[in-house]
C-alpha cells in the first residue's frame, strides 16, 4: 500500500474537509497540505488538456489559487477531489481557449469513412485480455502525451475530461459549451484517433479493414 | 441503428444514455461485431490515457509547486478569515516564518509560553501547532493577551 508522504507539520489522516476546514479558518499549512495531496493529478489533468508542461504548470498553480479564493463557497455535498478537478478543467480550457479562439464545427453521427479506416479491436486485441501486465501497454503509457499532443485541442481536453475524471456527456457538454451530441461525436473520433497513433506507435497497424454497416 | 448512429453511443457510462439509445445500441451490438471491436478498443484505451498522464505527471518534479501556489496567495488572505486563538497563534507564526520554541535567547522561556497558551485554551495539545525551527538569532516576546500569553518572534525582516 502507498500513503501519499504528510508533513509532520500536520496530524496525519486529516481529511480533505478537515483540512479546507482549517483552510477556511485561516491555516496556511491546512491549504499547503491540500496542494501537495493533489497536485500530481491536478498537473496530470491539466497536462492532458493543455500538453505543455509549462502552461500545465501554470493552470494548476492557477487552479489552486481559485481553489483557495473560493474556499469559502465550497459545499461539502461533492467531494473536495471533484471540485478541484472542475476548476482545473475550467483554467485549462480557458487557456485553450485564448490559444485558439472561436474554432466551432459540429460533427452528429461518424462518418462512414472514418469507420472504413478503422481496424476495430486491434488496439484491444493487442492489450491483451489482462492489460495492466502488458509491456505494451506500458509502452504506450509513455508515449501517451505525445498522442495527445497530435489531437485537436477540444478533442483532447474532452478525451482527457472523460478519462481522468468521468465526466459525463451532460457535464462536458456544460463544461465545454458545445451540443451533447458533439461531445459524444468528437469523444469518437478522439478515441479513433488516439487508437490510431497508439497503434502505429506500438507497430500494431491495421492487419484487417473495419466494416461498416 | 447503423455502424455511424452507433459509433458515437459507444463508451458511454452506465445510465448515460437515454433508454431508447441504450435499447437501439444494444441491439445493434448484439449483431455487429466490427462495433463489439470498437468497444473493446475504446475500453483498452481508457486505461492507457489515464496511466499515461498519470506516470508522466510522477515523471515531474514537483517539489516546488506547492511554495509557488503558496506565494501566489497574498499574505492578506491569511489574516481575513475568522479563526480560532490557535488558529490566529498558528497563522501568525507562519506569517513570520516561524519559530515559536526557537529562540536562541530565550527557549525555554517560549516553550514554556506555549505550554501554558495551549493548556488555557484548551487546545488538543502540542500536536495541533506546526513549529518550525528554522534560524538563530530570534528574540522572542511573550505577551499576556485576554487569549493567554502569545509569543511574539521576529524574524528580522521588519526592521529590528
Ligand atoms: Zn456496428
Known sequence: MNFPSVP??????????????????GDPEAFRELVVRHQRRVYAVALGIVKDRDLAWDVSQEAFVRVHQHLAEFREESSF????????ARVAIDVLRKERPGRRSDVADVPEAVL???????????????????????EL???????????????????VLREMDGLSYEELSLRLGIPKGTVMSRLFHARK?????LAGYAGIDAPGRGNAR | MRCAGAAPLLGSLPGE??????????AHLATCEPCRARLADIE??????????????????????????MARIPASAWQGAPAGPLERLRAFLRRHRVLAAASALAPALAALALYLYIGRTGGTGP?????EVTSEDLAAIVLDTSDGPVILVGDGSEGT
Open chain 1, 193 to 197: 484517433k488516439m487508437q490510431a497513433l
Open chain 1, 116 to 138: 472504413q479506416e478503422a481496424a476495430p479491436g486491434v488496439l484491444a486485441t493487442a492489450l491483451g485480455t489482462n492489460p495492466q501486465e502488458t509491456m505494451l501497454r506500458h
Open chain 1, 8 to 25: 509532520p507539520s500536520l496530524p496525519m489522516a486529516l481529511s480533505d474537509l478537515e483540512l479546507v476546514e482549517r483552510a477556511r479558518g
Open chain 2, 127 to 131: 500536536s495541533e501547532l506546526s513549529v
Open chain 1, 141 to 159: 503509457s509513455a508515449r501517451l502525451t505525445e498522442a495527445l499532443g497530435e489531437l485537436p485541442d477540444l478533442h483532447r481536453a474532452i478525451l
Open chain 2, 44 to 69: 483498452a484505451l481508457s486505461g492507457v490515457v489515464r496511466d499515461g498522464l498519470r506516470d508522466e505527471a510522477a515523471r515531474r518534479d514537483l517539489s516546488i509547486f506547492a511554495d509557488g501556489v
Open chain 1, 81 to 88: 477531489t471533484t471540485w478541484l478537478h472542475r476548476i482545473t
Open chain 2, 17 to 26: 444514455l437515454d433508454p431508447t439509445e441504450a435499447a437501439l445500441l444494444g
